[in-house]
């Protein structure tokens, strides 16, 4: 157990004041009305949503999982990173043009317009369930690592983390958070930075010996990431795994998608797109290299010490191995991976909470006031549940929560498909195919091959039997879905009278 010391107490306070200033800054004019405190008014430069885009899908576990891969085989895995250069051009082409044209809150909006008000309430409350779930999830690992291998009090961080995340969110709404994470991700790149180095620094062969020592063991890649006898687990399945998961973050899921409203103009909505692919790529080299660089330099010193596990292994060097305060600074660049995740699905759970189910089913429009309750109300739950699975250990049946509602989210994504890119589907169809591709997705997730082929089952799934099942209700269910779909992407779209919210159907009327 190594000791955090006052100075890096000292530094990792003053990183937690900074975060809370910032929300403090924005929380004048994000409380002036919805389009500031969830779309930020959609002043965000390119760069700095793309930034945000970036911090908001990296969380903590990622920051420690990822080099824990590496460290215990190879970079395999880093072919998910480039999945997002292959969507990036559906992304542009397709799927940012219908959001901007719809000037959609939610992603969920679209799909009311294209289907019915079933499927948008449906995916939206799926994607409040599972990031309730994954806020104290976010909170309780990366505590957990740290607090493995440091003196310090897991409850004490737990609530440092999730109050102050609250905080801050709660002020400044999607502009501060937005900022926030501009802050944070450059925070985690150079924190990454930091352990690459140095751990090779410090290991007896320096920088050329590191590389060589890791390129005979097979660290980096080799033939067998692309056998046959290991399907699941090659590049080839990796990629195109995450090309759907991914797909899933950038075109279903409410935390990446309400960025895309942020942005002046389509072009800067599309420039954030293309930092983010550079930062995913910058991601490789850091993340991936801080676990071969620990992995040789703690194999030169025969091994990690025993009782030093491997998910701990980022925050156990940086303690052990560190300078005091350079250290602290580093255990807050973990500490930021998790917040920029909370805040961004905090926020985005107001944003469907108050948009999708309460604007929408009630006769007048939320105020910002209620859409920071829900910030309360939804940040506080997450930590309670994050410190009853710190103080009791149960997280097996939180974790089985996440899977179950997380199992809908690769099927989600292929309603999204089905609505862009088909005339046929309908809501009946598509929820159908939803219902079946979650279920299929379960049971592929019981043959324990990885969860890559649950991704490609659940999307697969989705999309063919919702678009046959589309052809039984061909008659009973059809609207004008003229500007909803690619064969129509440059035409303008009239939303729907029938299903207008109260509000804009009184503000009609008056």
Not at 146 to 155: F, G
Not at 183 to 198: E, K, N, S
Not at 206 to 221: D, L
Not at 327 to 344: N, P, V
Request: charged content about 10%; hydrophobic content about 50%.
């Amino acid at each position: 157990m190594q000791s955090f010391g006052t100075l890096n107490w000292i530094v990792l306070l003053l990183y937690l004041l900074g975060m809370l200033l910032v929300g403090a800054y924005f929380a004048r004019r994000a409380g002036s009305d919805q389009e500031e405190f969830f779309k930020a008014g959609g002043r965000i430069p390119g760069w700095a949503a793309g930034f945000s885009i970036y911090a908001t899908t990296l969380s903590a576990i990622t920051f420690m999982s990822t080099p824990e891969k590496a460290y215990l085989t190879d970079w395999a895995y880093s072919a998910g990173n480039l999945a997002i250069f292959a969507i990036v051009p559906i992304l542009i082409g397709y799927y940012v043009p219908f959001f901007r044209k719809l000037d959609v809150t939610t992603a969920y909006d679209y799909l009311e317009e294209r289907f019915s008000v079933v499927l948008r309430a449906l995916g939206s409350l799926l994607f409040v369930l599972y990031h309730v779930g994954r806020i104290a999830i976010v909170i309780y690992l990366p505590t957990l690592a740290i607090t493995s291998v440091a003196d310090i009090n897991p409850l004490v961080v737990a609530v440092f983390v999730g109050v102050l995340c609250v905080v801050y969110t709660f002020l400044g709404g999607m502009e501060g958070v937005i900022w926030s994470d501009v802050i944070q991700g450059i925070l985690l790149l150079a924190g990454a930075a930091v352990v690459v180095l140095t751990a090779m620094a410090m290991t007896p062969d320096g920088f050329s010996g590191a590389v060589v020592n890791a390129a005979e063991e097979g660290k980096f890649y080799s033939a067998d990431n692309f056998t046959t006898n290991a399907v699941f687990t090659s590049i080839p399945f990796i990629f195109i795994g995450n090309v759907l998961n991914s797909l899933h973050q950038y075109t279903s899921s409410q935390d990446v998608v309400q960025r895309y409203q942020t942005t002046p103009t389509i072009q800067a909505t599309k420039k954030s797109l293309i930092v983010n692919g550079i930062l995913a790529l910058v991601t490789i080299p850091l993340f991936y290299g801080m676990g071969t660089a620990l992995y040789n330099f703690y194999e030169a010193k025969g091994g990690l010490p025993e009782g030093v596990n491997t998910s701990a292994v980022v925050p156990y060097f940086i303690l052990s191995e560190l300078p005091a305060g350079i250290a602290g600074l580093l255990i807050a660049a973990i500490l930021a991976a998790a917040q920029s995740t909370i805040s961004s699905s905090l926020n985005s759970i107001s944003a469907c909470v108050v948009v999708d189910i309460y604007n929408r089913f009630s006769a007048k429009e939320a105020s910002v006031t209620l859409s920071r309750c829900v910030i309360i109300a939804a940040g506080t739950f997450g930590l309670a549940v994050a410190l009853y699975l710190i103080i009791t250990n149960q997280s097996d049946l939180w974790d089985l929560f996440l899977a179950i509602t997380g199992l809908f989210g690769v099927p989600l994504t292929a309603v999204f498909v089905l609505g862009i890119f088909t005339k046929s589907a309908n809501s009946h169809g598509v929820l159908i195919g939803l219902i079946c591709g979650a279920v299929a997705a379960y049971f592929a997730g019981k043959l324990d091959q990885g969860p890559f082929l649950v991704s490609i089952v659940a999307f697969v799934g989705t999309l063919g039997i919702g678009y046959m099942a589309s052809f039984i209700f061909r008659k009973s269910d059809q609207h004008d879905i003229t500007g909803l779909t690619i064969y129509g992407k440059d035409l303008e779209y009239t939303r729907r009278k029938a299903v207008q919210t109260p509000v804009a159907q009184s503000e009609q009327d008056g």
